[in-house]
């Protein structure tokens, strides 16, 4: 096998060879005037990215952890507190839960789409909660803490079921806060409102992050928090600053967490092109769905009809995942586990008490899913060749 015969899981040279010209430009930009932090570049990139959200206010901030921690500080989460989320997602969106003090509550993930499934929710409320109507006050019986939020993770670039976990959230008082690290330009038909909603624009607060490999990705780390809270908007501007509005003057203590601005610049030049490599993402889903449907033996995405999923990954389940992967590396297929242990058996949070089988449906599903390449220049030919390994490995998996 020759090295430029490989498959790469993801390749981020190719994009940034096709906009060299731009970047450098922001980059030299960026050093005549030494505007490193704050300026035009960022409120242009803020600017943009919430009209592509549909959102009134966008805020830049140094990463998707950041911006997931500053939204719950700013809605008033802390001590005393608990949010909701899911265990198969990145660790980032449990450490800000911690990070602002509250504690953490998982639910399960529905089997197909692999997001909060709203009736587990659901079960969690009206079995595990206290609910007081007068005061909107919603208590986990074992801990006593109020639980105040919810975080749906829209993972692998697909929203959760909005409508519904909206519903929950309005019923009992709880702030929805979307994850959507994974999700940018990803669309929900939101049957209430009768129209298509982007990621960022349906909960109180939105978080994004633009790590390198995400479908929208800084040339370093990088994030933004969306809203149509103009309040929670300027909260959120201090909360990045050190607490300040004006240099010195600190109203709250605050965090370092600003958005640089040759990182906002360059994310200006990219997201032009988003909506394309969006459109290529999701021609290239296709192609692995047609491909596979002439083969058995891997489960593959569920995009249902009010979802118009943005694949940051292609997610396949198989029962031999391990060796799968092997196989595929074997001929230079490249591929990744997203996540191989759900936040709850992570070491990290042994102390909170969940054990294996507390949340069924993400420990099976944590076992069975490989990621497979994905990215805007993945060509027809690549996909033709990791469909037939795949398909060779279930074939001869089955027979053995
Ligand atoms: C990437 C990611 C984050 C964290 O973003 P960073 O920019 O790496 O801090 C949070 N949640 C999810 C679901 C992610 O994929």
């Given at each position: 096998?020759?090295?430029?015969?490989n498959i790469p899981f993801l390749d981020?040279?190719?994009?940034?060879?096709?906009?060299?010209?731009?970047?450098?430009?922001?980059?030299?930009?960026?050093?005549?005037?030494?505007?490193?932090?704050?300026?035009?570049?960022?409120?242009?990139?803020?600017?943009?990215?919430?009209?592509?959200?549909?959102?009134?206010?966008?805020?830049?901030?140094?990463?998707?952890?950041?911006?997931?921690?500053?939204?719950?500080?700013?809605?008033?989460?802390?001590?005393?507190?608990?949010?909701?989320?899911?265990?198969?997602?990145?660790?980032?969106?449990?450490?800000?839960?911690?990070?602002?003090?509250?504690?953490?509550?998982?639910?399960?993930?529905?089997?197909?789409?692999y997001?909060?499934?709203?009736?587990?929710?659901?079960?969690?409320?009206?079995?595990?909660?206290?609910?007081?109507?007068?005061?909107?006050?919603?208590?986990?019986?074992?801990?006593?803490?109020?639980?105040?939020?919810?975080?749906?993770?829209?993972l692998y670039g697909?929203?959760?079921?909005?409508?519904?976990?909206?519903?929950?959230?309005?019923?009992?008082?709880?702030?929805?806060?979307?994850?959507?690290?994974q999700?940018?330009?990803?669309?929900?038909?939101?049957?209430?409102?009768?129209?298509?909603?982007?990621?960022?624009?349906?909960?109180?607060?939105?978080?994004?992050?633009?790590?390198?490999g995400?479908?929208?990705?800084?040339?370093?780390?990088?994030?933004?928090?969306?809203?149509?809270?103009?309040?929670?908007?300027?909260?959120?501007?201090?909360?990045?600053?050190?607490?300040?509005?004006?240099?010195?003057?600190?109203?709250?203590?605050?965090?370092?967490?600003?958005?640089?601005?040759?990182?906002?610049?360059?994310?200006?030049?990219?997201?032009?092109?988003?909506?394309?490599?969006?459109?290529l993402r999701r021609a290239a889903a296709g192609r692995y769905r047609e491909l596979f449907s002439?083969e058995?033996g891997a489960i593959q995405p569920y995009?249902?009809?009010?979802?118009?999923a943005?694949y940051h990954l292609y997610v396949v389940r198989v029962?031999n995942r391990d060796e799968l992967m092997k196989q595929l590396a074997s001929v230079g297929i490249g591929t990744g586990i997203h996540y191989?242990?759900?936040?709850?058996?992570?070491?990290?949070?042994?102390?909170?008490?969940?054990?294996?089988?507390?949340?069924?449906?993400?420990?099976?599903?944590?076992?069975e899913i490989v990621s497979l390449p994905m990215f805007p220049q993945l060509r027809a030919d690549q996909q033709e060749r990791v469909v037939s390994e795949v398909a060779n490995f279930t074939?001869?998996?089955?027979?053995?």
């Amino acid at each position: 096998m020759t090295a430029n015969n490989n498959i790469p899981f993801l390749d981020l040279v190719t994009p940034h060879k096709e906009l060299r010209a731009e970047l450098r430009e922001v980059f030299e930009k960026t050093l005549d005037t030494a505007g490193f932090i704050g300026g035009p570049m960022v409120q242009g990139f803020e600017q943009d990215f919430a009209k592509f959200c549909e959102a009134e206010h966008c805020i830049g901030v140094g990463s998707g952890t950041d911006a997931l921690r500053f939204a719950l500080i700013a809605v008033g989460v802390g001590a005393g507190d608990a949010v909701v989320t899911v265990p198969n997602t990145f660790i980032a969106t449990t450490e800000a839960i911690s990070q602002a003090g509250a504690g953490i509550v998982f639910v399960d993930i529905d089997e197909a789409t692999y997001n909060l499934d709203p009736k587990r929710l659901r079960e969690y409320i009206e079995t595990a909660c206290d609910f007081d109507a007068n005061t909107g006050t919603l208590v986990d019986r074992k801990t006593g803490a109020r639980v105040k939020a919810v975080i749906p993770v829209h993972l692998y670039g697909q929203m959760a079921d909005m409508d519904a976990i909206m519903e929950l959230a309005e019923k009992y008082n709880l702030i929805v806060i979307e994850d959507a690290c994974q999700a940018h330009g990803a669309e929900y038909f939101s049957r209430k409102q009768n129209r298509w909603c982007k990621a960022g624009s349906m909960g109180r607060v939105s978080a994004f992050s633009f790590y390198p490999g995400k479908n929208l990705g800084a040339c370093g780390e990088a994030g933004a928090i969306t809203t149509n809270d103009a309040e929670l908007a300027q909260k959120m501007r201090m909360l990045r600053d050190h607490g300040q509005a004006q240099k010195y003057y600190h109203d709250i203590e605050g965090y370092n967490g600003r958005l640089d601005s040759l990182q906002a610049g360059m994310l200006r030049v990219k997201l032009k092109h988003l909506a394309e490599w969006t459109e290529l993402r999701r021609a290239a889903a296709g192609r692995y769905r047609e491909l596979f449907s002439e083969e058995a033996g891997a489960i593959q995405p569920y995009e249902p009809e009010w979802s118009r999923a943005v694949y940051h990954l292609y997610v396949v389940r198989v029962e031999n995942r391990d060796e799968l992967m092997k196989q595929l590396a074997s001929v230079g297929i490249g591929t990744g586990i997203h996540y191989p242990i759900p936040l709850h058996l992570q070491k990290a949070y042994g102390s909170l008490g969940y054990k294996s089988g507390d949340l069924p449906v993400a420990e099976l599903v944590s076992r069975e899913i490989v990621s497979l390449p994905m990215f805007p220049q993945l060509r027809a030919d690549q996909q033709e060749r990791v469909v037939s390994e795949v398909a060779n490995f279930t074939s001869t998996a089955k027979v053995g």
